[in-house]
């Protein structure tokens, strides 16, 4: 089994790992290999969309997956989430990788098609409203709130990230993206079955919670 980063934060302004998390480090230990053999130590972009803590983007660190040539971006709406992933990094000694922490709403500031390995635990809490981005770092409360709520059904944040895969994703890209059962995965994957190559990673009961990983590559034309 691959390490676990350390993680030591300030649980009361970035999201503390969870089952979620750990299912997403899971998935990712799993497709190692594949993602190995679909890269070939080509440089390869990783990008985590909200890294809270920086589990999973020290976890891909450590690891040097997809390639020994990765890059790594990690880009969050919450300024300490951002200084959470620079601690969790240093702290397991990913010091000559290359990190970039980048505070952006959702893939806002990438270039199109630019994106090679593409992951994403996304706030899926059902509620009837998202809050606004404060004003100042100081609104811890409202920061953490948009760590965990994800409007109506919780699909509102994950919907804007699969419309746009086809412009985030370079042209061999992969995307991980978590799913709980309320988000209605099931649904998504018909949604989107015309366009993209759609595989269940991993499923898992975490309390009250039914967790799912998919993966998302684009369909090979005919």
Same mark, same amino acid.
């Given at each position: 089994?691959?390490?676990?980063?350390? /993680?030591? $934060?300030?649980?009361?302004? !970035?999201?503390?790992?969870?089952?979620?998390?750990?299912?997403?480090?899971?998935?990712?230990?799993?497709?190692?290999?594949?993602? @190995?053999?679909?890269?070939?130590?080509?440089?390869?972009? !990783?990008?985590?969309?909200? %890294?809270? *803590?920086?589990?999973?983007?020290?976890?891909?660190?450590?690891?040097?997956?997809?390639?020994?040539?990765?890059?790594?971006? #990690?880009?969050?709406?919450?300024? =300490? #989430?951002?200084? @959470?992933?620079?601690?969790? #990094?240093?702290?397991?000694?990913?010091?000559?990788?290359?990190?970039?922490?980048?505070?952006?709403?959702?893939?806002?500031?990438?270039?199109?098609?630019?994106?090679?390995?593409?992951?994403?635990?996304?706030?899926? /809490?059902?509620?009837?409203?998202? %809050?606004?981005?404060?004003?100042?770092?100081?609104?811890?409360?409202? =920061?953490?709130?948009?760590?965990?709520?994800? &409007?109506?059904? &919780?699909?509102?944040?994950?919907?804007?990230?699969?419309?746009?895969?086809?412009?985030?994703?370079?042209?061999? &890209? !992969? @995307?991980?993206?978590?799913? $709980? @059962?309320?988000?209605? %995965?099931?649904? /998504? /994957?018909?949604?989107?079955?015309?366009? =993209?190559?759609?595989?269940? !990673?991993?499923?898992?009961? #975490?309390? =009250?919670?039914?967790? *799912?990983?998919?993966?998302?590559?684009?369909?090979?034309?005919?």
């Amino acid at each position: 089994m691959l390490p676990t980063p350390y /993680v030591k $934060c300030d649980y009361d302004k !970035v999201y503390e790992p969870a089952e979620d998390s750990f299912l997403l480090l899971d998935s990712l230990e799993n497709e190692q290999i594949y993602l @190995a053999n679909r890269f070939q130590n080509k440089l390869a972009v !990783v990008c985590e969309l909200g %890294p809270g *803590s920086g589990i999973v983007s020290t976890f891909m660190m450590q690891n040097k997956m997809p390639s020994q040539n990765s890059i790594y971006l #990690a880009l969050d709406i919450n300024p =300490w #989430a951002l200084d @959470a992933t620079q601690d969790t #990094a240093k702290r397991n000694d990913c010091n000559k990788v290359y990190l970039e922490t980048i505070q952006s709403d959702l893939t806002s500031s990438t270039r199109h098609n630019q994106v090679d390995l593409l992951l994403f635990n996304p706030p899926y /809490v059902p509620a009837e409203t998202i %809050p606004e981005i404060p004003e100042t770092r100081d609104d811890i409360d409202t =920061w953490l709130d948009l760590a965990l709520v994800g &409007g109506k059904d &919780g699909m509102k944040i994950t919907q804007l990230v699969l419309d746009q895969l086809d412009t985030t994703l370079s042209s061999e &890209g !992969v @995307a991980y993206i978590l799913f $709980c @059962a309320r988000n209605r %995965p099931e649904e /998504v /994957v018909k949604s989107m079955a015309s366009h =993209w190559d759609i595989t269940l !990673v991993e499923h898992r009961k #975490a309390g =009250w919670e039914v967790l *799912s990983v998919y993966r998302f590559i684009r369909k090979t034309p005919h």
